[in-house]
């Protein structure tokens, strides 16, 4: 499958190959503008995309965080297409290698890979014609479990001696993160491309401090340079929209129906089985649309991201399987029927949307009770030391949705962007003026003793008899009927709130500031029960070490 086209030796000749009689490129006297536009079409480098490629081409060490639609593959093109020798790119799914080949291809750029629908001899063939010194390819894309193979290793090492291993790129380079979500273990081996001497770029779309840490570390990148363009987005529009539990999915369909007449876009779902209930009833709507997610067989999954890619369905339910590495242009609305594992995650997944630079809609459906299912998951697949910093991660997510402050600061806050940006109203909580933050220290303390005393009383406390037992409501039959009308610090909250549902508020607000903490425990298949006791924070509080600031 890897039909050969014409090479390029250098750009001089294929600028010529470009030109064309009645529209000749003027040259610029920049040999990287001139890629640019008389290769890839482009009038002018968009953000970080020219400094990148400027430090790649020093051939230092670098990784470079650039927002999903940024053009980061740009930045190794260029590069690898101005000097000599063949660029490995190590990329996580056969979807992606495909669709950088083919659009390589489509330029007239010589390029290879291997991938598993393969045979091995015919894996070897590639593998061989690298090793050859005059090869013609200037990329070669993998994945990284091929990249380990022994094959791939000795071919890496004759590339080395016969000096025509350019570089090494590592893409989407946050897999190798195992505190992450999206954490591949070959990613983590990736370091030993080190022995090949030869300088490693890693590229990724979002990272905070802390994950850039990681991926210095893991890929073992010497000295390297550090290039991070703004996580900003000025034209994705952000929104919270509170999710009923019973009708989210008419709501959502609903939404697209009365908001997107006609535009694309994508709904990311919580499971399989919810992508393909919400594309019956977009269906059943008239609504064309497709579903994605990671039990279909490949041949499903890339006819049913086809449909949607060329505009065919309007819209994808898809899990989180979907999307790494898509390049839609004009996808107009991400919507999250559920609550995404972290806000990298969050920024990954909306940011598909509007990459053409046009408006677009990121919009998160949420319930608080949604937060149980992702714990569930995260106490069934974690261990023990991640899962206190999965929750966290859960609960920064849990608390942009609850907060009322701008939606695009939280989110900029989050990645360590200090960039000083204007919303200009382009978030839902910017069209209001948000509540002052009030200091909520005494009710904190009193809601830690009522939660004592209430444990006293019955082991198995939940959130809403919490919240009622301090706001004193004998409305919910099992207030009185646990006992909890009798603790002495019942009703000690009475004038805090000016009702129930504000009381169970203020509850999850101190679950997601770990001022209290939510346990679960799996009853069988289908039913959970949730408890709450005192969280990591309640002495900080009860100290005065600590006050509690919210804005209810
Ligand atoms: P990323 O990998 O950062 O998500 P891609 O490399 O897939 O982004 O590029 C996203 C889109 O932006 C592509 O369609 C690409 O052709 C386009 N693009 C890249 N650089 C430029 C540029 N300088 N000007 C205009 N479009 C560009
Ligand atoms: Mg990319
Ligand atoms: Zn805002």
């Excluded at 593998?127 to 091929?146: A, G, M, N, V």
């Excluded at 025509?164 to 999206?182: K, M, N, P, Y």
């Excluded at 207030?479 to 504000?502: M, R, S, V």
């Amino acid at each position: 499958s890897h039909m050969p086209s014409t090479p390029i030796a250098n750009i001089v000749s294929l600028s010529d190959v470009m030109t064309t009689e009645n529209n000749i490129p003027q040259p610029s006297g920049d040999v990287h503008l001139d890629i640019l536009r008389n290769i890839f079409q482009h009038e002018n480098f968009r953000g970080i995309q020219r400094r990148v490629i400027d430090v790649v081409t020093t051939n230092k060490d670098a990784l470079a965080v650039i927002p999903t639609g940024g053009g980061k593959s740009m930045c190794y093109w260029i590069p690898g297409l101005s000097s000599t020798g063949i660029t490995v790119v190590i990329t996580p799914l056969m979807a992606l290698i495909n669709d950088q080949v083919s659009k390589l291809r489509s330029y007239g750029i010589n390029v290879c890979c291997v991938n598993s629908s393969m045979t091995p001899e015919e894996r070897d063939i590639i593998f061989h014609e690298l090793t050859d010194k005059e090869s013609p390819y200037k990329f070669f894309y993998l994945t990284p479990e091929f990249a380990m193979s022994p094959p791939a290793t000795a071919c890496f090492q004759a590339m080395s001696e016969n000096k025509t291993l350019l570089r090494f790129v590592i893409d989407e380079a946050h897999c190798v993160d195992t505190w992450g979500q999206s954490f591949r273990p070959s990613y983590a081996q990736l370091s030993t491309l080190k022995q090949f001497n030869r300088p490693t770029v890693a590229f990724t779309g979002t990272a905070t401090n802390q994950t850039k840490q990681r991926i210095v570390e893991k890929l073992g990148l010497v000295q390297p340079v550090i290039l991070q363009s703004t996580c900003n987005r000025g034209n994705l529009v952000f929104r919270v929209i509170n999710k009923s539990g019973p009708h989210a999915k008419e709501d959502v369909v609903k939404h697209v129906q009365e908001n997107f007449l006609n535009v694309c876009g994508i709904v990311y779902c919580f499971s399989t089985k919810d992508t393909v209930e919400l594309a019956y009833i977009f269906k059943s709507k008239g609504v064309s649309c497709v579903y994605y997610h990671g039990q279909l067989d490949y041949f499903e999954r890339t006819d049913n991201a086809r449909a949607w890619l060329s505009g065919k369905a309007q819209v994808i339910c898809a899990t989180s399987a979907f999307g790494m590495g898509i390049d839609k242009p004009d996808v107009r609305f991400v919507i999250h029927l559920s609550l995404p594992r972290s806000l990298e995650e969050y920024y990954q997944e909306a940011g598909r949307a509007g990459r053409d630079g046009n408006t677009s809609y990121c919009i998160l459906m949420f319930r608080f009770e949604d937060r149980n299912k992702l714990i569930q998951l995260i106490y069934k697949s974690t261990s023990e030391d991640h899962m206190e910093f999965q929750t966290h991660s859960l609960n920064r997510v849990v608390s942009y949705c609850m907060s009322s402050i701008c939606r695009r600061k939280l989110i900029l806050e989050y990645f360590d962007d200090g960039f000083d940006i204007n919303c200009n109203g382009s978030c839902d909580n910017c069209l209001t003026t948000p509540p002052l933050p009030k200091d909520y220290t005494m009710e904190t303390i009193n809601t830690c003793i009522c939660l004592e005393e209430m444990l006293a009383v019955h082991a198995k406390i939940n959130v809403k008899q919490l919240a009622l037992t301090f706001k004193g409501s004998k409305s919910k039959r099992d207030i009185e009927a646990k006992g909890f009308h009798l603790i002495p610090h019942y009703g000690i909250g009475k004038n805090a709130f000016k009702n129930d549902a504000d009381s169970i508020k203020f509850v999850q607000h101190l679950i997601i500031n770990e001022v209290l903490m939510e346990n679960i425990r799996a009853v069988d298949d289908r039913f959970t029960t949730t408890f709450i006791t005192l969280g990591k924070k309640a002495n900080l509080v009860r100290n005065r070490e600590i006050q509690m600031f919210l804005r209810l």
